[in-house]
């Protein structure tokens, strides 16, 4: 089978801005409509080049121009880049909203790495020195900072600095405080605050009362929602489905549960399935809050009120079983949805196919797909994908044959999926060409995950011309692609080309992720002898990757393997001083005996090892379990010259 692939014109991310950024001179008003953009879109690499054309046109950024360049750095995810902008301007450019912008850069970074929130409350005790007058937008970001820390004091800290400049009371500030010190289960706090509040909200007292509720004190809730009611204000769905979570999970509260729900009934808050949709929005709430097992818990609590399922319900619930892994569970409410007949649904079944994958059993996912008396693209996508992460692949590629069979029409996901399973067969290159067709003919190949999956086939099969062509017409970056061809230049021993993707990924900003470092460190550590080999590492070692790696290495307890040539030795003697400080000695021996339960003995000169015959070497090592040589590099020569036939590789002087 031939296939002759048509180029396709390339798409340059920046074409729509390119005349704008190359132009001569642009009014002010055009640079922020152009950071705007790249904001919106999230592309780094359009507000840099934004930023260094303003700089080489010989503008001078203002005040209001620099706090948006870092609002853009930060919203498109550089804070180095925030940060070192921030440093650069002078004291006396630096007005209210360029710490405002600052402050929220590292609120936003913080909810990928807590660590950035202590760097945030640094810049905080720097602006309280400074003579600038902070307002309610300051201390927004920073209460963001305390909920991702989960600092009480810090919360406590910022409420006095709030009573200080008088905004204690402001509607915003007291409101934030009251959430916070409900998250902190600090409902004392939190009650004090939200009854000297002159002016509330629905959203605030319903904060007020899923504490109560979350913190099991039903009585004030009840209380709470009276007063709610009586306040002049109009209880909405939150209000009384929190309410409902409450008293709905003691029998002591049945009088109240029938009350409450009389009342969202009154308030045509309801129809008449009023109480599945609150338990299925509750549900969905869970679930995408990520809390799976308070999702079981309300699930449980559906059933004892006697409240009838839906199918939404039963999806929903299945979905949160995927998520845990949890087979028996999974398999309870499969019975529950043959028993009310939603077994035939066809979101069920897929929910339960998508269920059964996740916790591992592609037997009963393929038995509840082939029972299936109607299935949609769904279900097929979700038995192709389940098969090839499964490591099922030439059934997930039969699957996809029998899917084209069918009538059906693949998407982006089933050819992503089945182009997976193919990366990992031996004839690879042969099916992934036939399903590049089908890609072609479905106008999917310009997708992301479609193009990439299409990479990763050709460079495993040492077809880097295909490869090259895919990579060179996608629009945009992605990382993943960028990591296939990697892989494939180093599959392919092209060991410079792949460090020059490496480098040009540096020069443009784009961070990289493990799976990068990993090929880089590889690539680096086969040319390490060369030049361009000592530049990456040089650069590996300037952007502080073996930095990166030692700290998972603590973090996990996990010891990082690594190539030549990637740092490895800088890493393993961070690691070292790590223990050191723990243990206050270094050294094999007292290392190893005092981090493990092994039975471990050293062997130096001074034992008269030297004079040791085989018998003797033999019993010391089935006496211990880790043996230990001090003093000189040929501490274990003579168990070497002793027993000859002993396997070299066993032993190594560190």
Same mark, same amino acid.
């Given at each position: 089978?031939?296939?002759?692939?048509?180029?396709?014109?390339?798409?340059?991310?920046?074409?729509?801005?390119?005349?704008?950024?190359?132009?001569?001179?642009?009014?002010?008003?055009?640079?922020?409509?152009?950071?705007?953009?790249?904001? /919106?879109?999230?592309?780094?690499?359009?507000?840099?080049?934004?930023?260094?054309?303003?700089?080489?046109?010989?503008?001078?950024?203002?005040?209001?121009?620099?706090?948006?360049?870092?609002?853009?750095?930060?919203?498109?995810?550089?804070?180095?880049?925030?940060?070192?902008?921030?440093?650069?301007?002078?004291?006396?450019?630096?007005?209210?909203?360029?710490?405002?912008?600052?402050?929220?850069?590292?609120?936003?970074?913080?909810?990928?790495?807590?660590?950035?929130?202590?760097?945030?409350?640094?810049?905080?005790?720097?602006?309280?020195?400074?003579?600038?007058?902070?307002?309610?937008?300051?201390?927004?970001?920073?209460?963001?900072?305390?909920?991702?820390?989960?600092?009480?004091?810090?919360?406590?800290?910022?409420?006095?600095?709030?009573?200080?400049?008088?905004? =204690?009371?402001?509607?915003?500030?007291?409101?934030?405080?009251?959430?916070?010190?409900?998250?902190?289960?600090?409902?004392?706090?939190?009650?004090?605050?939200?009854?000297?509040?002159?002016?509330?909200?629905?959203?605030?007292?319903?904060?007020?009362?899923?504490?109560?509720?979350?913190?099991?004190?039903?009585?004030?809730?009840?209380?709470?929602?009276?007063?709610?009611?009586?306040?002049?204000?109009?209880?909405?769905?939150?209000?009384?489905?929190?309410?409902?979570?409450?008293?709905?999970?003691?029998?002591?509260?049945?009088?109240?549960?029938?009350?409450?729900?009389?009342? /969202?009934?009154?308030?045509?808050?309801?129809?008449?399935?009023?109480?599945?949709?609150?338990?299925?929005?509750?549900?969905?709430?869970?679930?995408?809050?990520?809390?799976?097992?308070?999702?079981?818990?309300?699930?449980?609590?559906?059933?004892?009120?006697?409240?009838?399922?839906?199918?939404?319900?039963?999806?929903?619930?299945?979905?949160?079983?995927?998520?845990?892994?949890?087979?028996?569970?999974?398999?309870?409410?499969?019975?529950?949805?043959?028993?009310?007949?939603?077994?035939?649904?066809?979101?069920?079944?897929?929910?339960?196919?998508?269920?059964?994958?996740?916790?591992?059993?592609?037997?009963?996912?393929?038995?509840?797909?082939? =029972?299936?008396?109607?299935?949609?693209?769904?279900?097929?996508?979700?038995?192709?994908?389940?098969?090839?992460?499964?490591?099922?692949?030439?059934?997930?590629?039969?699957?996809?044959?029998?899917?084209?069979?069918?009538?059906?029409?693949?998407?982006?996901?089933?050819?992503?999926?089945?182009?997976?399973?193919?990366?990992?067969?031996?004839?690879?290159?042969?099916?992934?060409?036939?399903?590049?067709?089908?890609?072609?003919?479905?106008?999917?190949?310009?997708?992301?995950?479609?193009?990439?999956?299409?990479?990763?086939?050709?460079?495993?099969?040492? #077809?880097?011309?295909?490869?090259?062509?895919?990579?060179?017409?996608?629009?945009?970056?992605?990382?993943?692609?960028?990591?296939?061809?990697?892989?494939?230049?180093?599959?392919?021993?092209?060991?410079?080309?792949?460090?020059?993707?490496?480098?040009?990924?540096?020069?443009?900003?784009?961070?990289?992720?493990?799976?990068?470092?990993?090929?880089?460190?590889?690539?680096?550590?086969?040319?390490?002898?060369?030049?361009?080999?000592? =530049?990456?590492?040089?650069?590996?070692?300037?952007?502080?990757? =073996?930095?990166?790696?030692?700290?998972?290495?603590?973090?996990?307890?996990?010891?990082?393997?690594?190539?030549?040539?990637?740092?490895?030795?800088?890493?393993?003697?961070?690691?070292?001083?790590?223990?050191?400080?723990?243990? #206050?000695?270094?050294?094999?021996?007292?290392?190893? #005996?005092?981090?493990?339960?092994?039975?471990?003995?050293?062997?130096?000169?001074?034992?008269?090892?030297?004079?040791?015959?085989? #018998?003797?070497?033999?019993?010391?090592?089935?006496?211990?379990?880790?043996?230990?040589?001090?003093?000189?590099?040929?501490?274990?020569?003579?168990?070497?010259?002793?027993?000859?036939?002993?396997?070299?590789?066993?032993?190594?002087?560190?």
């Amino acid at each position: 089978m031939h296939l002759r692939l048509r180029a396709t014109s390339i798409v340059n991310p920046f074409t729509q801005h390119a005349h704008l950024i190359h132009s001569a001179s642009l009014p002010l008003g055009q640079w922020f409509s152009i950071l705007r953009d790249a904001i /919106a879109a999230s592309d780094l690499l359009l507000g840099k080049r934004a930023h260094a054309r303003i700089l080489t046109s010989g503008h001078h950024p203002d005040r209001f121009l620099t706090n948006n360049l870092i609002t853009m750095y930060a919203k498109c995810g550089s804070l180095s880049s925030a940060r070192q902008l921030f440093d650069i301007t002078p004291d006396s450019d630096r007005d209210l909203v360029t710490w405002n912008a600052i402050l929220s850069a590292y609120a936003y970074a913080g909810e990928l790495d807590i660590d950035k929130t202590k760097e945030g409350f640094h810049l905080f005790r720097l602006l309280r020195r400074s003579f600038v007058l902070t307002t309610r937008h300051t201390l927004a970001p920073l209460f963001k900072m305390c909920l991702l820390s989960a600092s009480p004091l810090a919360s406590e800290t910022l409420h006095g600095y709030a009573v200080k400049i008088g905004l =204690q009371w402001d509607v915003f500030v007291a409101g934030a405080l009251v959430n916070i010190y409900a998250k902190f289960r600090q409902i004392r706090e939190a009650r004090v605050l939200f009854d000297g509040m002159p002016v509330r909200d629905v959203v605030l007292w319903n904060v007020m009362m899923k504490a109560y509720v979350e913190m099991g004190l039903v009585d004030d809730a009840l209380l709470l929602f009276s007063a709610f009611h009586r306040s002049g204000l109009r209880p909405d769905g939150v209000s009384v489905r929190t309410l409902l979570m409450g008293v709905g999970k003691n029998a002591v509260f049945e009088r109240e549960l029938k009350q409450v729900r009389a009342y /969202a009934t009154k308030l045509f808050l309801c129809d008449d399935d009023s109480d599945v949709i609150l338990w299925n929005k509750t549900l969905s709430q869970y679930l995408q809050a990520g809390e799976a097992w308070e999702a079981i818990d309300c699930f449980i609590d559906m059933i004892k009120s006697r409240v009838p399922y839906d199918g939404l319900t039963l999806a929903v619930m299945l979905s949160v079983v995927a998520s845990v892994n949890h087979l028996e569970l999974g398999k309870q409410i499969h019975g529950a949805a043959v028993r009310s007949g939603l077994d035939w649904v066809v979101s069920v079944a897929n929910s339960l196919i998508n269920m059964y994958i996740k916790a591992g059993s592609v037997y009963l996912a393929r038995k509840m797909f082939s =029972q299936m008396k109607e299935v949609d693209l769904i279900s097929w996508n979700t038995m192709i994908s389940g098969c090839a992460l499964s490591g099922l692949e030439e059934l997930s590629v039969s699957l996809f044959s029998d899917l084209l069979q069918s009538g059906l029409f693949p998407d982006q996901f089933t050819i992503a999926s089945v182009l997976r399973a193919c990366s990992s067969l031996k004839e690879s290159y042969y099916l992934g060409r036939q399903i590049h067709t089908h890609a072609i003919k479905a106008c999917v190949t310009l997708d992301s995950f479609v193009s990439t999956a299409l990479i990763d086939v050709y460079s495993k099969s040492g #077809k880097m011309e295909e490869a090259e062509l895919l990579f060179r017409n996608q629009d945009g970056f992605d990382l993943a692609s960028w990591n296939a061809m990697m892989h494939g230049y180093i599959v392919s021993d092209n060991y410079c080309e792949a460090l020059r993707l490496f480098s040009l990924m540096h020069e443009s900003g784009e961070r990289a992720d493990q799976i990068t470092l990993a090929n880089a460190a590889k690539a680096a550590g086969c040319l390490v002898g060369l030049g361009q080999g000592k =530049q990456i590492h040089a650069l590996v070692i300037k952007r502080r990757y =073996q930095l990166e790696v030692f700290e998972v290495a603590r973090r996990r307890n996990t010891i990082a393997v690594l190539d030549t040539g990637s740092g490895k030795t800088l890493i393993a003697i961070m690691l070292i001083k790590d223990i050191g400080q723990a243990i #206050k000695s270094c050294g094999q021996y007292k290392n190893i #005996k005092h981090l493990t339960d092994f039975q471990v003995e050293e062997y130096y000169g001074g034992k008269g090892v030297d004079t040791w015959n085989g #018998k003797t070497w033999e019993k010391e090592i089935s006496d211990n379990d880790v043996c230990t040589g001090n003093d000189t590099p040929d501490s274990f020569g003579c168990l070497k010259k002793s027993i000859p036939e002993y396997r070299n590789d066993m032993l190594d002087d560190c």
